[in-house]
């Protein structure tokens, strides 16, 4: 959380919540990356906080997983 959050102030915009999925090779698509990232601020303020990024993080976790055993199975 703190390496991506670039400006030091104790939350990711979303933007830097965006290149921390990207960088962070989770076996999304940019597509759904974005999409995580522009659904992951959920209390509305704009950006996310870490409480927020640690759901959105391992929620991202388990859907490249999940991606990665259906790719296995077809």
Do not use: P, W
């Amino acid at each position: 959380f703190k390496k991506y959050d670039r400006n030091q102030n104790g939350f990711l915009e979303i933007a830097e919540y965006i290149d921390c999925l990207m960088e962070g090779g989770v076996g999304l698509t940019k597509n759904e990356i974005i999409t995580i990232g522009l659904t992951s601020d959920i209390n509305g303020d704009g950006r996310i906080d870490y409480e927020e990024f640690m759901k959105h993080f391992s929620e991202a976790l388990r859907q490249a997983g999940s991606n990665k055993h259906s790719r296995t199975l077809l």
